[in-house]
């Protein structure tokens, strides 16, 4: 069992994309509808939240209020790029 959940958590890590804004910036645009927010990079973070936006065009973060903009002509994931948390090497 515990080798199923760690397959689980390995799949749902790299298939939804995790955000953070340790930046600071008021808006992060996004290629995506559907990711987690994580506020900041670990251990500083908050709760990791799964945003839907759905039909709209722009989700804020009930945690950070990280303001998040749907472009899907991005070139990276985010913008800016150094937003999208990545797993650990």
């Keep these: 069992m ?5 397959g689980l958590l390995a799949v749902a890590d790299h ?3 995790h955000f953070h804004n340790d ?4 808006t992060i645009k996004v290629r995506v509808k559907e990711f987690m927010c994580t506020g900041a990079k670990p251990p500083f973070d908050h709760p ?3 945003i839907d936006m759905g039909s709209d065009d722009e989700a804020i973060c009930s945690y950070c209020s990280t303001r998040f903009v749907y472009n899907a002509e991005l070139g990276s994931v985010c913008a800016p ?3 999208e948390l990545r797993p650990a090497a």
């Design 81 to 83: 790029p150094e937003c």
């Design 23 to 26: 930046l600071g910036v008021q």
């Design 2 to 6: 515990k080798e199923i959940q760690e």
């Design 48 to 50: 990791h939240i799964f």
């Design 15 to 17: 298939s939804i994309p």
